[in-house]
Nanobody, 123 residues
């Protein structure tokens, strides 16, 4: 059983940066995909970025390309999300997730979820 927990959220001004961390416990992450999603008030949960554990291939939604970077750490914390040049429209609760198989943008196809961390970007 995989357990995930996010940290690093907070309040930041537009143009600032935050680094989110996803801590995880459970079996080996080999063969799994790791992803970040977000949910703004009144909207559905959307894919932000994902990476495969074995090949390290990364995928981003268009709105964050060039600003966000997903990376992984083979020690205790398997995935980070570095967020630069933040915009008010990035305000949301951010979740990390894990699934067996390749990265997909389809939220319902991810197997395990953290509880989320709030990111608020002021204008």
């Amino acid at each position: 059983q995989v357990q995930l927990g996010e940290s690093g959220g907070g309040l930041v001004q537009a143009g600032g940066s935050l680094r989110l961390t996803c801590g995880a416990s459970g079996p080996s992450f080999s063969g799994l995909a790791l992803g970040w999603f977000r949910q703004a008030p009144g909207k559905g949960r959307e894919f932000v970025a994902g990476t495969t554990w074995s090949a390290g291939v990364t995928t981003y939604t268009d709105s964050v390309k060039g600003r966000f970077t997903i990376s992984r750490d083979g020690a205790k914390n398997p995935v980070f999300l570095q967020m630069n040049s933040l915009r008010p429209e990035d305000t949301a609760v951010y979740y990390c997730a894990v699934r067996r198989g390749p990265v997909t943008e389809i939220t319902s196809q991810w197997d395990y979820w953290g509880r989320g961390t709030q990111v608020t970007v002021s204008s």
